[in-house]
């Protein structure tokens, strides 16, 4: 059965990161309650609670010294990266870019508290104005009239409706404009059984073989059974064997939500009991 985490671990987790790392939060959650939580798991947990960890990894490197990014993180608030990088510069004697500023910020999660977005309602200097009123120049005006698509007109890739390309073995067809592709598998699979396939619907090759696309060898399954094939490697080249293993994940997949069914009713009917 899944792991589930308690309101008593969630609470246990939130009073006790502050200045212990994920492994020796790890470390001291197992020993408390007896679990085997991995490190990444404890990480992906964190985010679910939004939380950070309690530890913050040092900023410091050779190309941050340690008085340049405390200079960074001490006038930090209310200069953006170009003022930022002028003060830099000019305190250290330094030839940082605007762009290696912004970087440090952002790896490092300081905000500068200023706000670059337009505002709402913001109206952009162009709105309402031709072409000719937007370019201050003949010459500039020339360069943009010679970018413009003549009627009729259409891009050098462009290829029509119906054509087929090969990505990565699979065959995919151009079903409409001005960019919308298909896999052709899907295509002869829904012509085939007259069914509709949806966004969770997978269709796999039987044989492993992308190129085969006989209606014979493609079977319609969903992406939890295909992670299941895929995490247990139940697929060969034999077709009969490859079809076991859909069997296999069928059934694995039908008894965990089965499961979960289970588990959610019985929370719903602790949840009303207590009220």
Known sequence: ???????????????????????????????????????????????????????????????????????????????????????????????YTVAQVQAFRKNHKIPSGVCTRFSKGHEPWTKGKRIEEICRTPEALARVRGTYYQKGNSPHNHVPVGTEIVREGYTWVKTGEPNHWKAKHRIIYEKATGQKLGRDDVIIFLDGDPGNMDPANLERITRSENSVINRWELRCADPEVTRTGVAVARLYSAIRNREEEKHEGESAGSEQSAV
Request: hydrophobic fraction near 40%; glycine fraction near 8%; avoid cysteine.
């Open 1 to 95: 059965m899944r792991f589930r985490y308690t309101q008593e671990m969630d609470d246990f987790i939130r009073d006790n990161r502050e200045g212990v790392d994920l492994t020796d939060m790890v470390r001291i959650f197992n020993g408390r309650f007896g679990t085997s939580v991995t490190v990444s798991a404890m990480r992906s947990k964190y985010k679910a609670l939004g939380v950070r960890v309690g530890v913050r990894r040092t900023i410091y490197s050779r190309t941050w010294p340690r008085e340049v990014a405390e200079f960074v993180m001490e006038h930090n608030e209310g200069n953006d990266a170009a003022t930022m990088t002028a003060l830099v510069n000019a305190e250290f004697g330094t030839s």
